[in-house]
């Protein structure tokens, strides 16, 4: 079993459903990320977050420690939120290092 | 700010030969990470470094080497290239470990023929 689990693997959505994914973990962690990336490969930190939910525009994250659970919302979706997103686990070592789940990719159609 | 750069953004190497993959950051970030992405797996840390002069092994460190002379540039040398280490590869840094976020740099995808 993966230390981070992700679902749903895909998802394809009309233009302004509300979306969720989801991410487990299995180990004790200092933190954890959401990460989006582009159709072009790059990658940038939506969220980092420890405790919980955190807001940016239409973006929500939230994540309960107890249950080693993770969400990340989208309101009102939009064809440009078109990407692969990432949750990452921050472990509790000097580095600080994550591991990564597999992503989950997302389609929203006009 | 330039952010994180890596050059070059595509190459193909032939079984055998060796490449360094560069990476530079300008934000004074002391930890700098190298990750490997595979299709269908997450991003697999390869080498990291708390600092200049420090680094250290990741998950899968196996035909790759890395240096840390300076706080901006952390290389990744390939020796004797093999099909396997086809992947996309992916520069990060951040300031601190733990509360700061992750910056990644555009990624370099390596064909081995």
């Known amino acids: 079993k993966n230390e981070v689990e992700q679902s749903p693997q895909n998802l394809t959505a009309q233009e302004g459903e509300f979306i969720t994914i989801n991410c487990s973990y299995s180990?004790?962690?200092?933190?954890l990320h959401w990460l989006q990336q582009h159709p072009g490969g790059g990658i940038v930190s939506l969220f980092m977050?420890?405790?919980g939910k955190k807001k940016h525009g239409r973006l929500i994250a939230t994540i309960n420690i107890q249950e080693k659970h993770s969400s990340l919302h989208i309101t009102a979706s939009h064809p440009r939120d078109s990407a692969v997103y990432i949750c990452?686990?921050?472990?509790?070592?000097?580095?600080?290092?994550?591991?990564f789940g597999t992503g989950t990719r997302l389609q929203v159609t006009l | 700010n330039a952010g994180v750069t890596q050059t070059p953004k595509f190459r193909i190497l032939k079984i055998g030969q060796s490449m360094t993959l560069q990476c530079t950051q300008d934000?004074?970030?002391?930890?700098m990470y190298w990750y490997r992405q595979d299709p269908g797996m997450g991003l697999k840390l390869i080498y990291y470094?708390?600092?200049?002069?420090?680094?250290d092994k990741g998950e899968v460190p196996n035909g790759y080497n890395v240096s840390r002379s300076t706080t901006e540039d952390f290389p990744l040398r390939l020796e004797l290239a093999a099909p396997s280490q086809t992947s996309v590869y992916f520069c990060?840094?951040?300031?601190?470990?733990?509360?700061?976020?992750?910056?990644f740099g555009p990624g370099t995808r390596l064909t081995v023929l």
């Open positions: 990060a840094s951040r300031y601190t470990a733990l509360g700061d976020e992750q910056f």
């Open positions: 180990v004790g962690i200092s933190a």
């Open positions: 977050l420890s405790s």
């Open positions: 990452a686990v921050q472990n509790t070592g000097t580095a600080s290092k994550l591991t």
């Open positions: 934000m004074n970030h002391n930890y």
């Open positions: 470094s708390v600092g200049a002069g420090i680094t």
